[in-house]
């Protein structure tokens, strides 16, 4: 039976409410791949042991929740607007939902080519319009999450898209997200301007 929120684990101290909207993190009912089969983000706790890119099975250490708009959904800025993703256009295979500044890892051959590593880390955003992505007016509140281990990481969602994960999150005030580890090579992230750049030499080839 999935826990609710209201359950001890919810009540760690290793669990942080925000208390502003945010528009990175993993949308409730995205699928993320743990030690015991694929389950509901939300339904994640501290302790549990999520399957990520490079470093297998790692603990979840640190919990992040919060509203995408805390305010009435039909007053949500298109800036702050999901992003809805067809099954397959990031490898996933089913439909979900994407926050604009959550990044996202793609794979492509022009990456390679480019920057000498097939699989890049952009923000969601730059992808509005590619293989059918687009952005999606909230209907209703929508629930975000964001998972922290001991070290930045990359996590399996919906069987195929790859989710990126850093070790700060929001409630961590000494440190902006976008900081890398000083101790520990980090993921490169994008820019905006760059990962636009990309996807459309993506397109390009793509449609050559």
Known sequence: MPRKLDDR?????NFFMGDDAQTQGIVHGTKVATKIGWCRVED???GDK???FDGGFQVCTRIERNLLWHGNARD???SAWPLHVPAGALGNQSAMLLLPDQPIMVESDTAEEILGDPFT????????????IERSAPADRVWTVSLCFDTDQVVFANIGALFFCPKVL?????????EADPSKPAYSILSMDEAITLR?????????
Do not use: N, Q
Not at 170 to 178: H, V
Not at 200 to 207: H, T, V, Y
């Open 50 to 52: 999520v399957l990520t």
């Open 9 to 13: 684990s919810a009540r760690d101290s």
């Open 44 to 46: 994640v706790f501290p």
């Open 121 to 132: 880390l952009m923000p969601a955003a730059a992808l509005d319009g590619f293989r059918g």
């Open 76 to 78: 949500c800025p298109l």
């Open 170 to 178: 929001s409630g961590d005030l000494t440190f902006d997200i976008w």
């Open 200 to 208: 459309k030499m993506i397109e390009e080839r793509e449609d050559s």
